[in-house]
């Protein structure tokens, strides 16, 4: 397991990104899955920051990176305020109107469309958002 | 952040010279959009070839700049790298903003629809 830690500082979500995505390439992930992970990772950082901790620097921000034969995941924990599902927006909107766009609400919909798994719970006062991305077998040999 | 622009004829071609547009940096990005549609600017062209990582926030304040101009003009983007394109496809913007593989298709293409 690879433990991250970071202040909850705006700042300091991409040396967190930059890690992920540099685990990524290291397990010859392709550039877009890369960034996709990396992508996700980040959404829950800065969930976390702007929402659990409420842009409040001198918190942290825990991302565990856990690799096993089958499947990445990454476990994104705070201590901070609890995230309430039933505020989270549907995402969606109508391309031909503009004023439809979204310009905010779109992390979570990111996360559950690219993420195989993603949980989260409470435990011990502590946050906790697992997001799982299942690795591709290797092909048999013939 | 570093945001280089130019003019050419009516079109402000704006390229970020950072790699991320993100959490940290939108807030400026979206600021900056903004006073440049303010001051009267409404052909723009916005250049992502520097860009390798964009996120939700950053995503967020290029779409704030596209509906702060409305109807009242264009914002184009050109040379988006096939990582961070697959934000747009995701999220469906690819069907929203007009998406050019270079910034010559990019001023071409505004200069057919002015």
């Given amino acids: ?142 | 952040m570093q945001l280089k622009h130019k003019k050419t004829n009516d079109v402000l071609i704006v390229r970020p010279l950072e790699k991320r547009i993100d959490a940290s940096t939108a807030a400026e990005f979206k600021k900056k959009m903004g006073e440049w549609i303010d001051a009267g600017n409404r052909q723009i062209v916005l250049n992502l070839s520097e860009v390798d990582f964009i996120d939700s926030s950053g995503l967020g304040a290029i779409i704030s700049g596209f509906k702060k101009i409305g109807n009242d003009g264009n914002l184009v983007i050109c040379t988006v790298k096939e990582s961070v394109m697959s934000l747009f496809r995701l999220t469906r913007m690819n069907r929203v903003f007009d998406i050019y593989a270079s910034e010559t298709e990019a001023l071409d293409a505004l200069s057919v629809k002015a």
């Fill in chain 1, 1 to 142: 397991m690879i433990r991250l830690i970071i202040d909850s500082r705006l700042e300091n979500v991409s040396l967190v990104g930059g890690a992920v995505r540099g685990i990524a390439e290291t397990l010859s992930m392709d550039s877009t899955t890369s960034y996709q992970l990396e992508l996700c990772v980040v959404e829950a950082v800065t969930n976390d920051i702007k929402h659990a901790y409420h842009l409040q620097a001198g918190h942290s921000v825990e991302v565990d990176v856990l690799l096993y034969p089958d499947r990445l995941t990454f476990r994104i924990c705070d201590t901070g305020e609890r995230m309430n599902p039933a505020k989270v927006r549907p995402f969606g909107f109508d391309p031909s109107k503009v004023e439809t766009l979204p310009e905010r609400g779109m992390g979570v919909y990111i996360m559950n469309s690219l993420m195989d798994e993603v949980h989260y719970e409470t435990l011990g006062g502590q946050n906790i958002l697992t997001l799982v991305k299942y690795l591709n077998k290797p092909e048999k040999s013939a």
